[in-house]
């Protein structure tokens, strides 16, 4: 299972590294922009093709109808409570409906969003600039045998390691010397894991924040492989800065203007696919 998560992992951030290399010089708001309609576009389609066009149509229009009752006869309260039940029953016969094509959905979706947080999360360490290096081991004992932690030249660390007993990490504090990929080793009896760190390229890219033996982290962290479940290292996260995005000069998250700009892609397209929800 591990294996197939990490080469499920390989495969997708390959694909989505070969279809934005025409984007990477530009800022990182288009590329966005870009998975954000097609993802939109995608669920539309998705949503047509699985659930039952024909009843969620009469089930709209029937509600629309009892809706304009309620307004029609709002000094009837028989009348009214007649019609509010059957608003309440459609709308639960609606979402019936709607299951099927959201329960498709929910893996693609993780999966597009796991993505886009490793290129859009964050940005690079920039020469001089100190990041925290937190490890969390598989086990918490009572006295805990501290890991060590070494980079390669491009990094240096600064400190010796912190332990937290309630929140059961270990820290460091680095600091980036030389731009490019470089690698951070945690060794823990006679054990080693590595953990990549990004330094001083411009823009955006593929940046690993967190690497983790679990196997529910490593639909949210894509980047880099599962830990061993022997290395005794639960996680190594690198606390980079946020990618910051702005429309218009206003900051916005990713996830936002993700989630804004394909639902209105998937209402604007509704017509053109012939979609009902």
Do not use: C
């Not at 299972?1 to 951030?13: E, F, K, V």
């Not at 099927?100 to 940005?123: D, E, G």
């Not at 900051?251 to 604007?268: G, K």
């Amino acid at each position: 299972m591990r294996s197939l998560i990490d080469w499920i992992n390989r495969l997708l951030t390959s694909t989505f590294d070969f279809v934005l290399a025409p984007l990477r010089g530009v800022e990182p708001i288009w590329p966005l922009l870009l998975i954000s309609l097609a993802s939109g576009l995608m669920m539309l389609w998705v949503f047509g093709k699985a659930s039952n066009q024909q009843a969620i149509r009469r089930l709209r229009k029937r509600m629309t109808g009892n809706l304009i009752g309620v307004w029609l006869f709002q000094n009837e309260v028989r009348a009214v409570v007649r019609l509010q039940v059957r608003v309440l029953a459609d709308t639960l016969s609606y979402l019936k409906h709607s299951l099927l094509p959201i329960a498709i959905l929910v893996l693609p979706m993780i999966l597009i969003l796991a993505q886009l947080n490793l290129r859009f999360s964050a940005r690079p360490l920039q020469p001089g600039q100190a990041a925290l290096v937190k490890v969390r081991l598989s086990a918490s004992p009572e006295q805990p045998q501290y890991p060590s932690l070494e980079a390669s030249p491009g990094i240096e660390v600064e400190t010796p390691a912190v332990y937290a007993p309630s929140l059961g990490e270990f820290a460091w504090r680095i600091r980036a010397k030389q731009e490019g990929r470089h690698q951070l080793q945690v060794s823990l009896a006679g054990e080693a894991v590595g953990k990549e760190v990004l330094v001083g390229q411009s823009g955006w890219g593929t940046i690993s924040s967190q690497r983790s033996l679990r196997l529910g982290d490593s639909l949210l962290y894509p980047g880099e492989p599962l830990i061993a479940a022997d290395a005794g290292v639960e996680s190594i996260q690198v606390a980079y800065s946020g990618l910051k995005l702005s429309i218009f000069g206003v900051e916005i998250h990713w996830l936002v203007l993700f989630l804004a700009f394909s639902l209105l892609s998937a209402f604007a397209f509704r017509p053109w696919l012939g979609v009902t929800f």
